[in-house]
């Protein structure tokens, strides 16, 4: 059975810290690693991850895979009020149905 | 630019009567899934179509039912509500083009069940 494991489940931290959120894995035949970003209704796609070592960046959040661990962590740095959501992790295993398992999700909660 | 549109928003059912949720996609995807997100337990996959015609079960079919007539269109089913079906259904569509692609979602059903 595939899974998806993330932590921490929730933080909470002060405007301008950085933060780190991670994601490990174990399914059968991984294709990618996919980021979501949740605030109060749809998941709203971050980024995807295929290869091991290549860092993804947008703005302030960045995301690296690493394939022969089986993790993958979600950086954002100088964080904002804005950032607050919930930080879905979720992994495309292979063949002909391209199913999503998703991790519980990590709660982040900026305060001001 | 609608993407993926779910229709009701909100429902509140009484147990062991029945509904229908609707999914919508304007994108021509191939793929919808249908989900549950309960508090805890991560999003969960309920069924899931590789095209018009075709669906098959995820990780939590007992008690749904799905149907895709169309290939912009995915239904899910409740026969006979119960309580434990209370939860926030998202649907997700996604393209079946070269390399892999990112699933879209809609903004979700709440549903109650009393």
């Known amino acids: 059975e595939d899974k998806v494991v993330q932590s921490p489940l929730s933080l909470v931290v002060h405007e301008g810290d950085t933060v780190t959120l991670n994601c490990s894995y174990e399914?059968?035949?991984?294709?990618?690693l996919l980021w979501y970003k949740q605030e109060k209704k749809a998941p709203t796609f971050l980024f995807m991850l295929t290869s091991s070592g290549i860092e993804k960046k947008s703005g302030r959040l960045s995301s690296i895979l690493d394939k022969k661990e089986l993790f993958s962590i979600l950086n954002i740095t100088a964080t904002q009020t804005g950032d607050s959501a919930i930080y879905l992790c979720a992994v495309h295993s292979g063949g002909s149905n391209y199913k999503l398992t998703f991790g519980k999700g990590t709660l982040l909660t900026v305060n001001p | 630019n609608a993407g993926v549109t779910q229709t009701p928003k909100f429902r509140v059912l009484k147990t062991g009567q029945s509904m229908t949720l609707l999914c919508a996609q304007d994108?021509?995807?191939?793929?919808m899934y249908w989900y549950r997100q309960d508090p805890g337990m991560g999003l969960r996959l309920i069924h899931y179509?590789?095209?018009?015609?075709?669906?098959a079960k995820g990780e939590v079919p007992d008690g749904y039912n799905v149907s895709r007539l169309k290939k912009q269109n995915f239904l899910l089913g409740l026969e006979s509500a119960a309580p434990s079906q209370t939860s926030v259904y998202f649907c997700?569509?996604?393209?079946?083009?070269?390399?892999?692609?990112?699933?879209?979602f809609g903004d979700g059903t709440r549903l109650s069940i009393l």
């Open positions: 994108m021509n995807h191939e793929y």
């Open positions: 179509s590789v095209g018009e015609g075709t669906t």
């Open positions: 399914v059968t035949n991984f294709r990618s």
């Open positions: 997700a569509s996604r393209d079946t083009g070269a390399g892999n692609q990112p699933q879209h």
